[in-house]
């Protein structure tokens, strides 16, 4: 089954052959097109997409329509596409609930590896960005009690995994668990670490283990 998207972006040229590239292969449906905020949201209403693809600077804002997509639960996952490389908009997106950041910049083949990934729930955000938003991250009640701390040993493990860019699968392979009970653990350590995604969860953990996304 084609994994369903909707795409909204400002920009006709690039929009055309964005769709192009993503449909190419056959393993994805666009379901709708929009070119701002608010036409995101009401094409995220009407078909309910596997996967959301916004750009950050349309009008009305993308993270404006990313939030209110997931808030509104509209999209299983959203996912920004953007030539923005600055912190205070990766923070943003990944505050709205998106869980994929992606540099317009890629070529066709790793955009459709990306979105096939966000499509399994599996968050993307270039090594370098996510090293900027680590700083970001860090705040004073972090520095006051370590929330890994309150991680199982199996839960540590998990993480650990998933901090190197491990998807569900390849952790469940890695630890000879089934991936629904790796994905049960996630929504645990999730939890635990008040973080909205695995994204947020990966920078904690980085930072808590002194690695360098």
């Known amino acids: 089954m084609a994994i369903k ?45 596997d996967v959301a693809l916004l750009d950050l600077s349309m009008p009305g804002n993308g993270i404006t329509a990313a939030k209110r997509i997931v808030d509104g639960q509209l999209a299983s996952h959203v996912a920004m596409l953007t030539v923005s490389e600055d ?66 040993k199996r839960e540590e493990d998990i993480l650990r995994l998933v901090a190197v860019g491990k998807s569900n699968r390849e952790v469940a392979d890695e630890l000879s668990l089934q991936e629904k009970t790796v994905k049960h653990y996630m929504t645990g350590i999730l939890g635990k670490l008040h973080a909205r995604n695995r994204v947020e969860a990966a920078l904690i953990a980085h930072k808590a283990w002194n690695k360098s996304p």
Do not use: C, W
């Open 5 to 49: 998207l909707i795409l909204a972006d400002d920009h006709p040229i690039f929009r055309e052959g964005l769709i192009q590239s993503i449909t190419e292969t056959g393993e994805f449906e666009i379901a709708g097109v929009g070119s701002s905020a608010d036409e995101a949201v009401a094409l995220a209403q009407e078909h309910r997409p």
């Open 87 to 152: 912190n205070t908009d990766v923070t943003a997106a990944l505050q709205a609930g998106a869980i994929g950041y992606v540099l317009k910049g890629v070529s066709a083949d790793e955009l459709r590896r990306i979105l096939r990934g966000v499509a399994r729930g599996e968050a993307h955000v270039s090594p370098g960005l996510a090293a900027q938003v680590l700083k970001i991250m860090q705040t004073p009640k972090e520095k006051e009690k370590n929330p890994i701390d309150d991680l199982t």
